[in-house]
Every structure is written in C-alpha cells, then in structure tokens.
C-alpha cells in the first residue's frame, strides 16, 4: 500500500504562486510515476501534471505548460508542483496520485493506483 498525503493549497490572486507538496509513504519503492490532477466544482477531474520516479521525464497538459513544473525527491519520497502566473481557472481541488505500472498513458485517471485526499487552491481575480 502507499499512503499519499497533499499539502500547499491555499488562497492566493491571479498572477501570484504556489508549491503543493505530496508526500508518499508505506511502500513507495514500488512507484512507476506520480501526477497531479485537479477537480474544479462542477467539472470532471482532469490531468495537470506527471513525473516519472526513475528517469524524471514529465508531462503536462497545455493549460499548465510553461506556468506549472513538477518535481520529485525520490530520497525523500516527496513530489511538488510548482505554480506560476495563477489564473481564476486554476481554482480547484489539486489530487496527488501515485501509480505502480510501468505502462499506460500518464494522463489517464486510470492509470493511477493510489490517490491523496486532494488539496483546494483558489485564485481570485
């Protein structure tokens, strides 16, 4: 089992940053990848952002590009999200998410085998 715990969220206006932190526990020598995925009300969750555990090669859906970096800390068993240039429609529930498969598309919810209960950012305008 792996254990995955958010932190970061928060209030903030548009043009400003944030840093969410995930931290993994239990058995994390066992992850392929982690990702980052938000919820915003009323709308379906969506792929932001994913890091691959070994190699740290990444993706990120358009919207983010540019603006968003993930990173991991394999030693401390640790991934973030780097938040630039906020805007009103990043508000929502951020999930960290973990997955043991080597295969599959890393955007897809799927994909995923353990996910954190979710931390909100909100951007004001």
């Known amino acids: 089992q792996v254990q995955l715990v958010e932190s970061g969220g928060g209030l903030v206006q548009a043009g400003d940053s944030l840093r969410l932190s995930c931290a993994a526990s239990g058995y994390t020598f066992s992850i392929s990848a982690m990702a980052w995925f938000r919820q915003a009300p009323g709308k379906e969750r969506e792929f932001v952002a994913a890091?691959?555990?070994?190699?740290?090669?990444?993706d990120y859906e358009d919207s983010v590009k540019g603006r968003f970096a993930i990173s991991r800390d394999n030693a401390e068993n640790m991934m973030y999200l780097q938040m630039n240039s906020l805007k009103p429609e990043d508000t929502a529930v951020y999930y960290c998410?973990?997955?043991?498969?080597?295969?599959?598309?890393?955007?897809?919810?799927?994909?995923?085998?353990?996910w954190g209960q979710g931390t909100q950012v909100t951007v004001s305008s």
């Open positions: 998410a973990a997955r043991l498969s080597f295969f599959g598309v890393v955007s897809l919810i799927g994909s995923y085998d353990y």
């Open positions: 890091i691959k555990r070994g190699s740290g090669s990444t």
